[in-house]
């Protein structure tokens, strides 16, 4: 892999659409729906989480860990999302904050 995100962005494969329905009709590309599910090939360490008081001044910080693993499969919301071309593949960059989801 040439890329490696940062902080807590996932880089993501989506899942490829069908092109026939079951029945047998053929989808063109302009009516796909965008799939919102994807296998996750890289993702960043964590990121830092600030704690305020009521005057807004920073208290803490505190380093959070990324949850999800490179090869899980998730789901992850449709427009929270960053497009990016890499060796000709359309992958995706997500927050992990956007990512729903994990399937076991």
Known sequence: ????????WALIRPRSEKEKTAGGIIIPDVAKER???G???AIGEGHYKEEQ????KVIDKKFVPTVVKTGDRVLYE????TKVELDGEELVLVREESILGRFQ
């Open 39 to 41: 296998e996750v090939l």
């Open 1 to 8: 892999m040439k890329i490696r995100p940062l902080n807590d």
């Open 53 to 56: 008081d009521k005057k807004g």
């Open 78 to 81: 449709k427009y929270g999302v």
């Open 35 to 37: 799939p919102s599910e």
